[in-house]
């Protein structure tokens, strides 16, 4: 397959490893001793869940937790936290859909096989789809979005600018009610010596234009 989604070969492993991260300490390193030891998962089976969590950004190349990893185990940052490791860990899928957390799973489904490119019932893109659903239980794609759209609340500084933009929308009006113009003629007199002539031009100027 030319897909790099990443995946667990058995995906039921990874809500229970989630929930034991929450309630563990968070270590220097997750190592394999750690998942063993201190979060009780020795067999092999949850192996592969160390570089799920680097794929997702939980961890990084060394073993060391991420900022990821800290706001998943608060529970009012739990959803987002997981929201920003899906479209980091499955970037391929909100490529084509940004809107993939709200597929059905044949939807999903359908939408992974044209990725990966393999045939139905592949064994690896059932498990990406597995993988993908038992993680989309954590995340929250939709409070960044309700938080954005929600108004803003009057705190008294709403007030005064408001009371401003009335100001100067009034100073506004006003200016534009005193509104003056201005506008410069110019006159090309003849060439004469003839004095009477001038003064019929500047008196035909005083009654016709200036007045």
Do not use: W
């Amino acid at each position: 397959m030319g897909s790099k989604l990443p995946y667990l070969p058995t995906p039921g492993t990874i809500p229970k490893v989630l929930d034991k991260i929450v309630e563990a300490r968070v270590p220097d390193r997750f190592t394999l001793d750690f998942l063993g030891t201190k979060l009780g998962f020795k067999g092999g089976n949850a192996r592969p869940i160390i570089p799920f969590l680097k794929r997702l950004g939980f961890l990084r190349d060394d073993g060391s937790t991420t900022e990821i990893y800290t706001r998943f185990r608060m529970e009012s940052e739990r959803g987002k936290a997981m929201a920003e490791a899906m479209q980091t860990g499955f970037s391929e899928i909100f490529e084509r859909n940004e809107y993939a957390y709200d597929l059905d799973r044949k939807n999903l489904k359908d939408l992974v096989y044209s990725i990966t490119g393999a045939e139905k019932g592949n064994s690896a893109s059932e498990c990406i789809v597995s993988s993908f659903m038992n993680l989309l239980d954590y995340a929250d794609f939709e409070s960044e979005d309700e938080e954005g759209s929600k108004p803003l609340e009057d705190d008294g500084s709403k007030q005064i600018e408001r009371v401003y933009e009335g100001e100067r929308q009034e100073n506004h009006y006003r200016s534009d009610r005193t509104l003056s113009l201005g506008y410069n003629i110019n006159i090309n007199l003849p060439e004469t010596t003839n004095v009477d002539v001038y003064n019929a031009i500047f008196e035909a100027i005083d009654k016709k234009l200036i007045k």
